[in-house]
């Protein structure tokens, strides 16, 4: 079946703009986490959700990032006012409650 | 102190070699433990869990000691397509986030 897909796959933005990237879980899974993976280190939590709700948004770095998941499938990590340290994949996962399956990523560059 | 620490290597090892990979975690609460794979520029894919009694499947053995909180992973007759970042996982709870660490890298070369 079809696995988690992230949208776009690469994403290179400018200082100080506003990005938003997008995840398509695995269908049923209700859970939707988003990590991010800075280069020569291992994912980084960021926030998960358990249907609609973020469960756990003790990993977002600040107030410029924000992620929403309105129907319970969809969900979309929205960042603010981007700086150069943002760069980074963003990593999604999505699962029924055990494994969790990851996404191919987002590629994201801040110039 | 990372609550997940991995040698980071890299490896370089021939065809055919045993390679052993450790990593430790600082939270004595965590309950559930993997070993994921993550090739170059893809996504993160679970290897194997881990469990107390110690698991195998085909060359892969995997090691947990809770009491050390140590957690280990051995490749038997390495194959060129083992090489790959090997990362470390931890999880409080059953749902929740995972704690990566930083990833061994390992190359088989023939």
């Known amino acids: 079946g079809a696995g988690v897909s992230q949208t776009p796959s690469n994403k290179v933005t400018e200082k100080g703009k506003y990005v938003e990237l997008r995840c398509d879980p695995i269908?049923?899974?209700?859970?939707l986490y988003w990590y991010r993976q800075s280069l020569g280190q291992g994912p980084e939590f960021l926030i998960y959700?358990?249907?609609?709700?973020?469960?756990?948004d003790s990993g977002l770095p600040n107030d410029r990032f924000f992620a929403v998941r309105p129907e319970g499938s969809v969900s979309t990590l929205k960042i603010q006012r981007t700086e150069r340290g943002d760069s980074a994949v963003y990593l999604c996962?999505?699962?029924?409650?055990?494994?969790?399956?990851f996404g191919p990523g987002t590629r994201l560059t801040v110039l | 102190r990372k609550e997940v620490e991995q040698d980071p290597g890299p490896f370089n090892v021939p065809e055919g070699a045993t390679v052993a990979f450790n990593c430790t975690y600082s939270?004595?609460?965590?309950?559930?433990f993997f070993w994921y794979r993550q090739d170059c520029r893809k996504e993160p894919k679970l290897l194997m869990s881990?469990?107390?009694s110690g698991n195998e499947d085909g060359r892969f053995t995997a090691q947990l000691n809770r009491a050390s909180q140590y957690i280990s992973l051995l490749i038997r007759d390495s194959k060129l397509s083992d090489s790959a970042t090997y990362l470390c996982?931890?999880?409080?709870?059953?749902?929740?986030?995972?704690?990566f660490g930083k990833g061994t890298t390992l190359s088989v070369s023939s």
């Open positions: 269908s049923g899974h209700t859970a």
């Open positions: 959700f358990q249907g609609t709700g973020a469960a756990d």
């Open positions: 996982v931890v999880n409080k709870q059953a749902g929740t986030a995972l704690i």
């Open positions: 939270n004595s609460a965590s309950q559930s």
């Open positions: 881990v469990y107390s």
């Open positions: 996962a999505s699962s029924r409650g055990g494994t969790q399956y």
